[in-house]
């Protein structure tokens, strides 16, 4: 903020104020689209027009007013608008680099919409602006970063947490994991290293930072260690959910349940996923039941994992999801992927715990974040919601899980 105050306010620099704020809209229409096209802003390709737009607008419009006339309260609204994206960003997903380039092209937009009537100026006003507008976006991205940091460390923390809260039940359920125990302790070191690395990493050459370019690589160490702690929680969550089934100590919840709406609620989630990749994922529930008896928690963990490994294991072509009618009592949901496929050997073992076909002879290729249990966990609810899963697969074709279910779930204790 210091560069911003040391400026004065000059008659010249009216002009571009006012010219500033009748090319707003022109400019952030500009950005957005340099945003979209920019192909080092990746996170940006699953993000509606609104959520990118952000904070920016306000930006736009404290940095016109900057310009007519110093006013602290402006740099106020600069200041507050810039944390407020930084917040979003950090929520968003963007990567440090990926903030940093949109200040970029901001700047590079600003200046191209004005460089007309930039140059027409004299050299005084012409280096006034200049250095205002400079001294702005500068002041902007510090505040965004200081926001970014701040969100990203909270998360982290959050993290902390959890796994704190996890290891008091993951102690009680050791003797019930004899068999797993010690594939769970290997896949488990590589992440948690890689957090208390980064970790003391970013605790010892952090705190120092306060420059952008300085603060920029304990970003990125906090990314890692997010990505990793992300991984580490979904592997535990996965083991203790199988050991709660294997124990019998899951309790359905009946009640009436809307299935399309399940159905839309998991879709919704996993399109940025499948999108990513550039799959096609087509849902058809024309013939979908329109009430069930049944656990809506239960089964919106049985469409998640399915659909998620379906994403996870095609690199090209389409992902279909289908619900209808099974008779009189039943109803199923299918999807089918044009993945990696399942060889005839593996489908018997394909629901067992950390089983992943084709590992054994090292001919397939796994997700770094496959943990080996979600199919596991698939085949324990569908059988305490009283149902079945069948499974058709081709090697290099691709799969078809197909979950045939009760229309009314009678039984309301957990089945051990």
């Known amino acids: 903020m210091g560069n911003i105050c040391q400026l004065h306010p000059h008659a010249g620099i009216m002009d571009y104020s006012q010219l500033l704020a009748d090319k707003t809209d022109t400019i952030l229409k500009n950005w957005i689209e ?107 991205i510090a505040q965004c970063f200081n926001s970014y940091v701040s969100q990203r460390l909270s998360e982290l923390q959050k993290i902390k947490s959890q796994l704190k809260l996890t290891n008091q039940e993951l102690n009680r359920l050791v003797c019930a994991n004899q068999e797993n125990l010690s594939y769970f302790a290997h896949e488990l070191k590589t992440p948690l290293n890689s957090i208390i690395g980064y970790s003391e990493l970013f605790l010892r050459k952090g705190k120092a930072q306060s420059q952008i370019k300085d603060t920029l690589p304990g970003i990125e160490q906090i990314e890692r260690v997010l990505r990793n702690g992300r991984q580490l929680l979904r592997l535990i969550n996965d083991a ?29 989630v996993m399109q940025p996923m499948a999108d990513a990749k550039g799959l096609k994922l087509a849902v058809t529930t024309d013939c979908c039941p329109t009430e069930v008896i049944s656990d809506g928690q239960r089964l919106q963990q049985i469409v998640t994992n399915l659909l998620s490994n379906a994403i996870r294991y095609t690199e090209s072509g389409r992902i279909e999801l289908s619900c209808y009618q099974a008779g009189e009592a039943n109803w199923a949901i299918a999807i089918t992927d044009t993945g990696i496929g399942i060889a005839p050997e593996d489908t018997n073992r394909i629901f067992d715990p950390f089983f992943q076909a084709g590992a054994e002879t090292g001919k397939q290729h796994f997700p770094p974040d496959s943990t080996g249990l979600g199919l596991a966990i698939v085949s324990r609810l569908v059988t305490l919601l009283q149902g079945k899963i069948e499974l058709e697969s081709e090697i290099g074709v691709g799969s078809t899980f197909t979950v045939i279910l009760p229309l009314e779930v009678k039984i309301l204790q957990a089945v051990s």
């Not at 124990?247 to 998991?266: C, Y």
């Open 34 to 140: 340099a945003v979209r096209l920019d192909r080092k802003i990746e996170t940006a390709d699953t993000l509606p027009h609104s959520a990118i737009e952000n904070h920016i607008p306000r930006l736009l419009e404290a940095m016109a007013t900057v310009l007519s006339q110093y006013q602290n309260s402006e740099i106020g609204i600069i200041i507050k608008a810039s944390l407020e994206h930084g917040f979003l960003r950090a929520e968003q997903g963007y990567d440090p680099a990926e903030v940093a380039r949109e200040y970029h092209l901001l700047r590079q937009v600003i200046f191209a919409n004005l460089e007309v009537e930039l140059l027409a100026g004299t050299t005084t006003e012409v280096v006034r602006a200049f250095r205002l507008i400079d001294s702005v976006v500068d002041e902007a």
């Open 240 to 268: 203790l959910e199988l050991s709660r089934a294997d124990a019998g100590k899951i309790q359905l919840q009946l009640r009436r349940t809307n299935v399309q709406s399940i159905i839309n609620t998991v879709v919704e």
